[in-house]
């Protein structure tokens, strides 16, 4: 919290004069000016609260944080007689006297204090009463200001403070943030007609099968003029000379959906000038009917088996050798082998015992790769393909081949050289081999963590040689984690579950699928074979990704999706079919070997099928693992994971829910921009929803983008909207299948599946959300939706939202015992409504304006003398004033003019 009081006397927790300097003089350029207006009376002992609405103030700062303690600081200012704003000079602590208002003059005593409070996110304004001579009507004018020191955006509040008889609070700050839409940046309109409809200035229409749709444009001002080209999603080309009047498809089908490009050409005071435009055309089947994601969701399989002939065991062995020139010391399976010198760490054993745990060692991969071979159906390593055991190469222990110190630890896949080229193999160094003593329960305790990472990196070994996945470093490990877990679960033990680093892909679901090391540090995604990661200082390398999340590659989320959705034959296929991303090939297939993918569509469908079954966690008997995953990561704070770092930033706490701020006056909201989706990434936001059902809108800010609704009951079913490009989505209930703590989840993503290179894997994409009937708010993103079964209360929601709306709205009451009555219907931008309570005390009543179509546009507890403020932003139309007083509601219908 900031303290600023402004007084004569200089206090010694002031900002360093070095931070002072290093802030220059505020600009107008970047400067947003809020005002506040109170009222206090001479005797007010509390402050007066001036609330500062968060997301505004990031809007306006440009900046995705508020870190206080670092690059955003709060500033008094100090005014020059006669000067503008553009002249004030910044200072850590501002005086205010008590005959001149915000003008400095040589008199040292105090009127007022002013505390900013982080917390809260507001300012606290106090006055001095008894300390000066004031008057009734005695009006003091103060500044503070909120600057961003790194891009010197700054928010000035103004804060007109007079004494009287009264206590109030008005702000012209709005409530919402204003953050640019995709439009803003559209030198002409776009325009969209559905059949006989009244046009609309937008760039994406539902349609239903049969309607006509009409595009064009519109210039922005009088005296300009605007053509365009159009071109199907197809790549056809549908007006190929430039068109000033509008062009209608008719009579449209599902072959028309997509998006539209325009090319537009706008001349403006004689110049002319060209962009690029997308429109958006959805086509619907079955708006309102629930979407069912497993009746006919696509199919590929492949067995290894069907290709491969059974290998029989091989029967040679490679030649290692010892520094000494020594033979290397070896146990042998019927597939494996494991080779060390007699160097190797003493905390492996004497000789003895050190041979007992290599054929401890020995028994298990023979165990686990027998299974994975025989009964799964995936080929050896190219070792025992071409009649050789496969093998493990013991470092740090005296071979030949390795300089390895003996005490270094760890372990990996890799290649050795012998019998005339290099071979994969697994590299272990004596710490996992020492897990595999008879006694090693009694000396470790990560043993079976230990041991089970050594057949990971067998795993790897197999994968080398495989013609699939090449560019997507990725999936080497999370189908390397997804196929040991595999074996595991077909060995009956337990529902396969993602290991405790996938969870990234639960609680971090905005993150891309194809994504090695997660969110970074620079908010940007690692790509598919780590771009973006490697950072090194000389031989240094330096952290570029934050603890957890950034072990997101080993998570086997998405190929468990596919295994229960689409067919455990579907992973193999990848590992055949997809030589570079995983993706990709999904889509494309292999043409080179006649082999066809899903399609774009298909693709397209399947991402956003990924992205809903992640917000409902609907993977069938893996479902309760997830959650526990999940609940084990829930609230964890990630940040840089060690030092040296690359940034340095803020620390994030992890929830896999997205939170919208208010962004304009007519309802839409945005997402933060931190957390927007990456390519193929997808955001999760919980809504307060009634008890009929919901409809709430969807717009795209950005290209190939989809969303769904989807819930799940207090029984666990779960149910899906239909999903769409653009518009309404709608979702309706009774009471056989009400949301669980009627709470539902909005599931906008990407559906980008081919990886283009760094501009794509720096990007968020954006969109809006509107909520319409039956959508009340954006529930608390710090509580845990995901277990359906357990009653949930929002701290941040009050119920009466809900029920203010849905009873019959009352116009006016008369006034009657335990009844509350407004005195006029009629309402006004920044302007007070008195209130009749009926003798309750205002402090106990709590007053919401919704919109008709639920969303919530202010809320605030009655003030002292009766009265509520309505917001200085307030648009002309209809809205509901809900009442609340001990739970029971009251509910005006009003007009704002």
């Given at each position: ?7 004569f006397?200089?206090?010694t927790?002031l900002?360093?004069?070095a ?5 220059p ?9 809020f ?6 009376t001479?005797?007010?002992?509390e402050?007066?609260?001036c ?32 000067k ?22 040589t ?22 009463e ?41 702000s012209?700050?709005?409530?919402y ?17 559905l ?9 994406c ?17 009088e005296?300009?003029?605007t ?9 056809t080309t549908?007006v ?6 509008d062009?209608?498809?008719?009579s ?10 325009v090319?537009?050409?706008?001349i403006?005071?004689?110049r ?7 429109f958006i ?37 490679h ?20 080779f ?10 004497d ?20 299974y ?7 080929p ?58 008879d006694?090693?329960?009694?000396i ?13 990196e ?32 077909k ?31 620079d908010?940007?995604?690692?790509g598919p ?16 990704w ?9 998570g086997?989320?998405?190929p468990?999706?596919l ?6 034959g ?5 590992w ?6 995983v ?6 297939g ?5 082999v066809?993918g ?8 399947l991402?956003?099928h990924?992205r ?6 609907d ?11 999940m ?29 919208l ?8 909201m ?23 059902g ?14 769904q ?7 666990g079913?779960?149910?899906?909207s ?6 309404k ?9 009400q949301?669980a ?9 990407n559906?980008d ?19 319409g ?83 919530v546009?202010d809320?605030?507890t009655?003030a002292?003398?009766?009265t ?20 029971k ?9």
């Amino acid at each position: 919290m900031k303290m600023s009081l402004l007084t004569f006397v200089r206090h010694t927790m002031l900002v360093s004069i070095a931070i002072l300097l290093a802030v220059p003089t505020a600009k107008a350029e970047g400067t947003k000016t809020f005002t506040f207006t109170i009222e206090r009376t001479m005797g007010q002992e509390e402050p007066t609260f001036c609330q500062v609405h968060e997301s505004v103030l990031k809007a306006n700062l440009n900046t995705e944080t508020l870190n206080f303690s670092s690059n955003i600081k709060v500033y008094s200012i100090q005014a020059t007689n006669g000067k503008p704003y553009t002249e004030y000079k910044v200072q850590p602590l501002g005086n205010y006297f008590n005959s001149t208002g915000n003008v400095a003059t040589t008199k040292s005593v105090a009127v007022a204090s002013i505390t900013f409070d982080t917390q809260k996110m507001g300012f606290s304004v106090m006055h001095y009463e008894g300390r000066r001579n004031a008057q009734d009507g005695e009006t003091y004018t103060m500044h503070e200001a909120i600057i961003n020191t790194t891009t010197k955006d700054t928010v000035l509040y103004v804060f007109n403070m007079t004494m009287g008889t009264k206590q109030s609070v008005i702000s012209d700050e709005p409530a919402y943030i204003h953050r640019a839409d995709l439009m803003d940046s559209w030198r002409a309109l776009p325009y969209i007609r559905l059949n006989d409809q009244e046009g609309e200035t937008n760039f994406c229409v539902q349609a239903n099968i049969g309607d006509n749709v009409t595009f064009g444009l519109r210039p922005r001002n009088e005296g300009e003029r605007t053509y365009f080209k159009l071109t199907a999603p197809d790549g056809t080309t549908l007006v190929r000379n430039w068109r000033e009047d509008d062009y209608t498809l008719s009579s449209i089908d599902l072959s028309d959906k997509g998006l539209y490009t325009v090319s537009s050409r706008c001349i403006i005071d004689g110049r002319s000038y060209l962009q690029t435009y997308t429109f958006i055309v959805d086509v619907l089947e079955r708006q309102g009917e629930y979407f069912d994601w497993d009746a006919d969701g696509p199919y590929w399989s492949y067995d290894f088996r069907d290709e491969y002939d059974a290998i029989p065991a091989p029967t040679k062995i490679h030649s290692f050798t010892q520094k000494n020139g020594k033979a290397a010391n070896a146990v042998h399976g019927d597939w494996w082998s494991i080779f060390w010198g007699d160097n190797l760490n003493p905390k492996c054993g004497d000789a003895t015992v050190a041979k007992k745990t290599m054929e401890n060692a020995i028994k298990k991969y023979e165990t686990d790769f027998a299974y994975i071979r025989d009964e799964m159906g995936w080929p050896p390593d190219i070792n025992a393909r071409q009649g050789w055991k496969s093998f493990v190469y013991v470092l740090g222990s005296g071979l030949s081949n390795d300089n390895t110190g003996q005490d270094e630890e760890g372990g990996w896949q890799g290649t050795e050289y012998a019998d005339g080229r290099s071979w994969p193999c697994v590299t272990a160094t004596w710490a996992p081999m020492a897990r595999f003593r008879d006694d090693a329960s009694s000396i470790y305790s990560d043993v079976a963590y230990q041991t089970d990472a050594m057949i990971h990196e067998g795993i790897h070994a197999i994968f080398a040689d495989y013609p699939g996945c090449k560019s997507s470093a990725w999936f080497q490990e999370a189908g390397n984690v997804w196929l040991q877990g595999a074996m595991n679960a077909k060995r009956g033990l337990g529902a396969q579950v993602s290991g405790w680093l996938g969870v990234g892909n639960l609680i971090c679901p905005f993150m891309p699928i194809e994504c090695y090391s997660g969110w970074l540090q620079d908010g940007s995604f690692g790509g598919p074979a780590a771009e973006g990661v490697n950072m090194y200082n000389g031989s240094q390398q330096i952290c570029t990704w934050r603890n957890l999340i950034g072990g997101v590659q080993y998570g086997e989320t998405f190929p468990i999706f596919l295994g229960l959705n689409v067919g455990q034959g579907s992973v193999p296929w990848i590992w055949r079919y997809c030589t570079d991303y995983v993706l990709k090939g999904i889509a494309l297939g292999n043409p080179d070997e006649g082999v066809e993918g899903i399609g774009d569509e298909g693709m397209r469908q399947l991402i956003m099928h990924y992205r809903a079954k992640l917000a409902t966690i609907d993977f069938k008997e893996s479902s309760n693992g997830m959650r526990s995953l999940m609940d084990g990561a829930w609230g964890t704070v990630v940040r840089p994971e060690w030092e040296p770092h690359w940034i340095d930033c803020a620390p994030f706490t992890l929830t896999p829910y997205q939170t919208l701020s208010l962004n304009d006056a007519d309802g839409w909201m945005a997402p933060d921009p931190l957390t927007n989706p990456g390519w193929s990434g997808g955001n999760i936001i919980p809504v307060h929803v009634g008890k009929n059902g919901c409809e709430i809108f969807f717009r795209p800010e950005d290209d190939n983008m989809r969303c769904q609704l989807c819930y799940r009951t207090r029984d666990g079913r779960t149910f899906y909207s239909q999903p769409v490009l653009c518009g309404k989505m709608v979702l309706n209930w009774d009471d056989t299948n009400q949301p669980a703590n009627g709470v539902i989840f909005v599931v906008p993503c990407n559906t980008d599946y081919i990886y283009e290179g760094d501009a794509q894997r720096k990007k968020h994409w954006d969109y809006r959300i509107k909520l319409g009937r039956g959508a009340y708010a954006v529930a608390d993103i710090y509580q845990k939706w995901y277990f359906y079964e357990r009653t949930i209360t929002d701290p941040t929601y009050d119920e009466s939202i809900a029920t203010g709306v849905e009873e019959t709205v009352q116009t006016a009451p008369a006034n009657k015992e335990g009844g509350f009555r407004i005195l006029s219907s009629i309402l006004k931008g920044g302007r007070k409504v008195q209130l009749d309570l009926g003798g309750v005390p205002a402090n106990e009543v709590k007053a919401h304006l919704v919109g008709l179509a639920g969303v919530v546009i202010d809320e605030q507890t009655v003030a002292n003398d009766g009265t509520i403020q309505m917001p200085a932003h307030l648009n002309r139309g209809m809205y509901v004033l809900a009442l609340n007083h001990n739970g029971k509601i009251q509910s005006f219908k009003v007009f704002a003019e």
